[in-house]
Each structure stands twice: as structure tokens, then as C-alpha cells.
């Protein structure tokens, strides 16, 4: 479910218009546009290129090179599954097949409803407590199969005996 920028339009112009129009300030426009349409819409990058002067391909770099952002809409419940050395080895590939099995959705990807979105990260810096997965801004430590269809009931999602949803 992606969010109607037309909705948004004005949310939008009331954050890059609430920083100057300078080129430092990019980042902290981008991360506040993030926070409210859970991803970076092409008219919000445009307009924050426009209100900076600085040329569209050089915001459009920005959004591509820092892994934090992304140009689809994420779901509202974003899941990042760590796939670092010591998540990989503890069975962080199981908890991702897991996700498909019980969501549809593979990295990158968000479930038709925009209830959830997964992508894999290279570390959350969680070793000692590995596999970690984190929804939202909350780590899930040792997660097991059965641990991850908990998690996912408790955010809404509906989960059948056979771990489809």
C-alpha cells in the first residue's frame, strides 16, 4: 500500500521548508521525509533538490548510497534481519525463509497490505545474541522459527498452523 502523496503534499513541503535551503541540511530533510511516508517519494526528492539548488541527480545519489533510505514504500512494520557472519551462522538465512514462508515477501520486498516490509542487513550489532531481528526500532534477540510467527501475530499479522499467512 503506498503512501497518496497528494495527501502528503503539504506535510511534505512543511519539512524541507522548515530548513533553510542549504545543501548541509539534505540528509536531516531527507531523514524527516523518510519518517513520514516510510520511504523517499521522487516529489518529495525533487522539491528538496529544488528548495537547495542542488542538482536532483546529486539528492537522488544520496538516497541510493545510504542503506537507511529507501525509494519504495516500506511496510509499517519494517523488519531487518541481520545477516552478519554470527546471525549467518546461527540461522539467520532460516528466519528469512521463515518471512516468506509466513508473509510472501523476499528482501526488499512489502506485503500487499503495507503491513510489513523485510530487508537484510549486514550487522545490528547484536553478535553476542545472535539470530537478531529488529521491527522497527526494536531488537528481537535468539530468534527462533516459532519465535518469528510470534513476533509477527504480535504486530498484526495473521499467521496459519502451516505458517502462512
Same mark, same amino acid.
Given at each position: 500500500m503506498a503512501v497518496d502523496i497528494n495527501q502528503i503534499q503539504e506535510k511534505i513541503h512543511v519539512i524541507i521548508y522548515a530548513y533553510p535551503g542549504e545543501k548541509r541540511?539534505?540528509?536531516?530533510?531527507?531523514?524527516?521525509?523518510?519518517?513520514?511516508?516510510?520511504?523517499? #517519494?521522487?516529489?518529495?526528492?525533487?522539491?528538496?533538490?529544488?528548495?537547495?539548488?542542488?542538482a536532483f541527480s546529486e539528492i537522488y545519489s544520496l538516497a541510493t548510497f545510504y542503506k537507511a533510505f529507501s525509494l519504495v514504500p516500506r511496510g509499517k512494520y519494517n523488519i531487518k534481519v541481520c545477516d552478519g557472519t554470527a546471525c549467518h551462522i546461527k540461522g539467520s538465512a532460516v528466519i528469512i525463509d521463515q518471512v516468506?514462508?509466513?508473509?510472501?515477501?523476499? #528482501?526488499?520486498?512489502?506485503?500487499?497490505?503495507?503491513?510489513?516490509?523485510?530487508?537484510?542487513?549486514?550487522?545490528?550489532?547484536?553478535?553476542?545474541?545472535? #539470530?537478531?531481528?529488529?521491527?522497527?526500532?526494536?531488537?528481537? #534477540?535468539?530468534?527462533?522459527?516459532?519465535?518469528?510467527?510470534?513476533?509477527?501475530?504480535?504486530?498484526?499479522?495473521?499467521?496459519?498452523?502451516?505458517?502462512?499467512?
Amino acid at each position: 500500500m503506498a503512501v497518496d502523496i497528494n495527501q502528503i503534499q503539504e506535510k511534505i513541503h512543511v519539512i524541507i521548508y522548515a530548513y533553510p535551503g542549504e545543501k548541509r541540511y539534505i540528509l536531516a530533510m531527507m531523514q524527516d521525509l523518510q519518517k513520514i511516508c516510510n520511504y523517499l #517519494p521522487r516529489e518529495g526528492l525533487e522539491l528538496i533538490a529544488e528548495h537547495t539548488g542542488v542538482a536532483f541527480s546529486e539528492i537522488y545519489s544520496l538516497a541510493t548510497f545510504y542503506k537507511a533510505f529507501s525509494l519504495v514504500p516500506r511496510g509499517k512494520y519494517n523488519i531487518k534481519v541481520c545477516d552478519g557472519t554470527a546471525c549467518h551462522i546461527k540461522g539467520s538465512a532460516v528466519i528469512i525463509d521463515q518471512v516468506f514462508n509466513s508473509l510472501g515477501i523476499k #528482501p526488499g520486498e512489502t506485503t500487499e497490505d503495507g503491513l510489513f516490509s523485510l530487508e537484510t542487513v549486514n550487522c545490528l550489532g547484536a553478535c553476542a545474541i545472535a #539470530p537478531v531481528l529488529m521491527v522497527n526500532e526494536k531488537i528481537y #534477540p535468539k530468534v527462533s522459527s516459532s519465535g518469528l510467527l510470534d513476533i509477527i501475530k504480535a504486530y498484526g499479522g495473521h499467521v496459519h498452523e502451516d505458517g502462512k499467512s
